[in-house]
């Protein structure tokens, strides 16, 4: 009898995964390293990450295999079910040698912002990548390969309603492919805004959204702890040096964020869990007005939460505000999943959660733990190096050889190397060895050598493969010991820099729910360049162009006998 109930049980479930949800819902938590859900648990709620840990399928070993591990990386990633050699985002900002100039990874110039005002404002954007971007115009276009989502608007003859949200442009822009719509948050005027890619004019939902100006409501507020002291991990250890003191905003709670005019007011929002809840609440009107999930053809709606990555830079993936951020979080999905299941109902909505990449340990944290060999590498060395007086007694040039840059790609003045007469890969296998000479400095790999395949078969060098691009990675590509980052933002001094190919910034959980899904914690290995082909299995739409990945089993139920 118990085998007979749970063939039935298995047979429901079956038919329920062959119909196709009214809604997907792609979450991903900015920096949400794979263990931190669980490590956290013991301050978390009902609704929110324990439904998605004890209701849904949990794969607690999920890594990515490129090497920088960046935001639009990995989002671009999550989108596509591919590697960066393949949809091209190989890093947040890139030198373009067309133009001679680095570029931001989804600025489009033929694409403005559609408010007045909204641009980034060089003088408070302490994002250093957004800083890179020429113009404020913003589109998909580079993004080389084809979105779950861009599968999902072809295969339903643009019936599929598409979106992507999120505080950061490059985390809606990605998840929304070619064929959604985005919208992000702009400090500049603390709205959620969009490019002429998108739209000619606000939907007027939006515009009624904006003109409540939710984000002031927080003026002159602090960021308070959520939960008494004792019941946190870190709740005796709030104050540490080696945080960042963000000006007006503290090392300890409660993390004031200054009155409405305060040049910082909107940039504290998002270090803090304000942040999210302001993209959520962004996204439930939109859920209401664009009517998601109303009909028989499945629509898709992305939301990225930014705050745990700012959080992580400035204070650590172990502080007291790393903790309280995801008991605030963990609020902002129960809240998100049970709005949804009132409106569209979780047993027709398809809900996935991953994340873009990891994060480091601070290296003083670790310290304290007598864990040494750690901390942050002197870019400033990589200038005045006895590398480059090498280099210039080599070839007869020194510091000119260097054209730009940016973590964690080199690119040389290709054409002064091409007047002087020299071998371009002779001249990047001099480079990189003067530079895997300097301290904390683990490999420095040239480009020609992944070009031509002259490099050991290890893991480290296929993720740095798999992360070249030939007209947009760099001659070399800069490798630091594990604990070893950079942590100068461009003037400010963060605790915490992701984007190395070691394990603890590839990690990142991945947790499917809703949808009929039974509850299940798999243990094997999988990479979330699985999650967009999985998505197209389900739906049975065919994988994105570039798609790599396998589409989970566990999800989709074994094939049919
Ligand atoms: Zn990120």
């Keep these: 009898m118990l085998a007979l109930l749970c063939l039935l049980g298995q047979g429901v479930v079956a038919a329920e995964q062959s119909r196709p949800p009214r809604l997907v819902l792609q979450i991903t938590v900015d920096a949400l390293r794979g263990d931190l859900p669980g490590r956290f648990a013991n301050v978390l709620g009902d609704g929110g990450f324990r439904y998605l840990m004890e209701q849904g399928v949990h794969y607690t070993d999920a890594h990515y295999q490129h090497a920088n591990t960046e935001t639009i990386v990995g989002h671009a990633s999550l989108a596509t079910g591919t590697v960066p050699a393949a949809h091209g985002m190989v890093g947040n900002v890139w030198f373009d040698r067309e133009q001679g100039r680095l570029v931001y990874n989804i600025e489009d110039a033929r694409y403005r912002l559609l408010t007045a005002g909204a641009d980034v404002d060089a003088k408070t954007e302490i994002d250093p990548t957004q800083k890179a971007a020429k113009v404020d115009g913003r589109s998909p276009d580079a993004i080389l390969s084809s979105t779950f989502s861009d599968e999902l608007a072809v295969h339903y003859a643009g019936r599929s309603r598409i979106f992507g949200v999120s505080v950061k442009d490059r985390g809606?822009?990605?998840?929304?492919?070619?064929?959604?719509?985005?919208?992000?948050?702009?400090?500049?005027?603390?709205?959620?805004?969009?490019?002429?890619?998108?739209?000619?004019?606000?939907?007027?939902?939006?515009?009624?959204?904006?003109?409540?100006?939710?984000?002031?409501?927080?003026?002159?507020?602090?960021?308070?702890?959520?939960?008494?002291?004792?019941?946190?991990?870190?709740?005796?250890?709030?104050?540490?040096?080696?945080?960042?003191?963000?000006?007006?905003?503290?090392?300890?709670?409660?993390?004031?964020?200054?009155?409405?005019?305060?040049?910082?007011?909107?940039?504290?929002?998002?270090?803090?869990?304000?942040?999210?809840?302001?993209?959520?609440?962004?996204?439930?009107?939109?859920?209401?007005?664009?009517?998601?999930?109303?009909?028989?053809?499945?629509?898709?709606?992305?939301?990225?939460?930014?705050?745990?990555?700012?959080?992580?830079?400035?204070?650590?993936?172990?502080?007291?505000?790393?903790?309280?951020?995801?008991?605030?979080?963990?609020?902002?999905?129960?809240?998100?999943?049970?709005?949804?299941?009132?409106?569209?109902?979780l047993q027709n909505t398809l809900i996935v959660l991953s994340a873009d990449h990891g994060q480091p340990e601070v290296p003083g944290y670790l310290h304290e733990l007598g864990i040494h060999g750690t901390h942050y590498f002197d870019t400033k060395a990589l200038n005045k190096a006895p590398a480059i007086a090498a280099l210039k007694q080599k070839f007869g040039i020194g510091e000119a050889l260097i054209k730009a840059y940016f973590h964690p790609y080199v690119y040389l003045d290709r054409d002064l190397i091409l007047e002087k007469g020299l071998d371009q890969a002779a001249v990047e296998q001099a480079v990189a060895k003067e530079l895997e000479k300097l301290d904390g400095v683990a490999a420095a790999v040239s480009g020609s050598a992944l070009r031509t395949g002259g490099l050991p078969d290890t893991l480290l060098m296929r993720s740095i493969l798999r992360n070249f691009h030939p007209k947009r990675s760099g001659d070399i590509f800069l490798v630091f010991e594990p604990n070893i980052f950079i942590n100068d933002f461009d003037g400010l001094t963060v605790a915490s820099t992701h984007g190395s190919p070691w394990r603890y910034d590839t990690f990142v959980p991945v947790m499917f729910a809703g949808a009929g899904l039974q509850a299940q914690t798999v243990s094997r290995p999988v990479t979330p360049y699985d999650i967009a082909p999985t998505l197209a299995a389900w739906l049975g739409v065919k994988p994105p162009s570039g798609s790599i990945g396998a589409p989970l089993v566990e999800v989709l139920g074994e094939p049919a006998e």
């Excluded at 790393?322 to 409106?343: H, S, W």
């Design 172 to 345: 809606a822009v990605s998840m929304a492919g070619h064929a959604g719509k985005a919208f992000w948050f702009s400090k500049a005027t603390g709205e959620f805004v969009t490019s002429t890619y998108y739209y000619d004019r606000y939907p007027d939902w939006v515009n009624q959204w904006n003109a409540r100006k939710p984000a002031m409501a927080h003026a002159g507020k602090s960021w308070e702890l959520t939960r008494k002291p004792a019941d946190y991990l870190f709740g005796d250890a709030d104050d540490r040096a080696y945080e960042t003191d963000f000006p007006g905003f503290g090392r300890t709670f409660p993390h004031a964020y200054g009155a409405a005019d305060d040049k910082y007011f909107t940039t504290r929002l998002t270090l803090s869990p304000v942040g999210d809840e302001l993209t959520l609440d962004f996204a439930k009107a939109l859920i209401v007005n664009e009517q998601l999930g109303q009909d028989a053809v499945p629509d898709y709606l992305a939301i990225s939460f930014s705050s745990t990555d700012y959080v992580g830079h400035l204070f650590g993936a172990s502080s007291l505000e790393t903790e309280d951020n995801l008991v605030r979080l963990d609020r902002t999905l129960a809240d998100l999943f049970a709005f949804v299941d009132e409106k569209v109902g």
